[in-house]
């Protein structure tokens, strides 16, 4: 596709139930990130993926939490037992270069509007 | 941890004027920086990357300063449209962080017709 497609757009979840957010980058991309956006707030890093590989997950909150690319493109992130803190707008991001070559800029998904009630 | 400072509140100016939107930030100087524009329900567009060793960059009606004895990046909107109203992120990059992008909660610039 021409962008980063992400699904769904809205979520609704009863607390304690699971989620899948599913994040399809712009194919080639090497570089893949999860961010969650606080109304009124900048996007925060949740976890990063090179092809495949996630080599970074310091932001991820809790081991509710969980992300996965297995085969180095579709992304999922999975958040179980959903809490009501939870609720936030996920953003996926991905970007042509392995991050750490510092030029890199990142294109955004719309992003998945969860909310726990 | 890192912390990134940006207009708290609101800037309104008027159609035609220069919009200066400042990014402060603490502790270790980023590698470099980003400005990105988030319009309401979209996620956050890429606009101007600037290098530690840059002074300035311009794009169009853009134009980014880094200052990294003041710790600090400036972000300019020329001749302003009511179409540049949005939310606009600073973000630098960290090698100590691995590179990933530290975000400000960004301000909002609203150009009045």
């Known amino acids: 596709g021409a962008g980063v497609s992400q699904s769904p757009r809205y979520k609704v979840a009863k607390r304690g139930q699971d989620v899948a957010l599913r994040c399809d980058p712009i194919?080639?991309?090497?570089?893949l990130f999860w961010y969650q956006q606080a109304l009124g707030q900048g996007p925060e890093f949740l976890t990063y993926f090179q092809n495949e590989a996630q080599l970074d997950k310091s932001g991820l909150p809790s081991d509710r939490f969980f992300a996965e690319r297995p085969e180095g493109s579709v992304s999922t992130l999975k958040i179980q037992r959903t809490q009501q803190e939870d609720s936030a707008v996920y953003l996926c991001?991905?970007?042509?270069?392995?991050?750490?070559?510092?030029?890199?800029?990142?294109?955004f998904g719309s992003g998945t509007q969860l909310s726990v009630l | 941890s890192q912390k990134i400072e940006q207009n708290s509140e609101a800037l309104n100016i008027q159609e035609g004027k220069t919009a200066t939107l400042t990014c402060n930030y603490t502790n270790y100087s980023p590698a470099y920086l980003q400005w990105y524009r988030q319009d309401p329900g979209r996620g956050p567009v890429f606009l101007l990357l600037?290098?530690?060793?840059?002074k300035e960059k311009r794009k169009e009606r853009l134009k980014v300063t880094f200052d990294t004895t003041l710790k600090q990046s400036l972000f300019h909107i020329t001749a302003s449209q009511p179409a540049d109203s949005a939310t606009y992120l600073c973000?630098?990059?960290?090698?100590?962080?691995?590179?990933?992008?530290?975000f400000g909660a960004g301000t909002i610039l609203r150009v009045k017709s």
């Open positions: 194919s080639g991309h090497v570089s």
């Open positions: 991001a991905s970007s042509f270069l392995a991050s750490g070559q510092g030029n890199e800029k990142l294109f």
């Open positions: 600037i290098r530690e060793n840059e």
């Open positions: 973000a630098p990059g960290y090698m100590e962080y691995g590179n990933k992008l530290v």
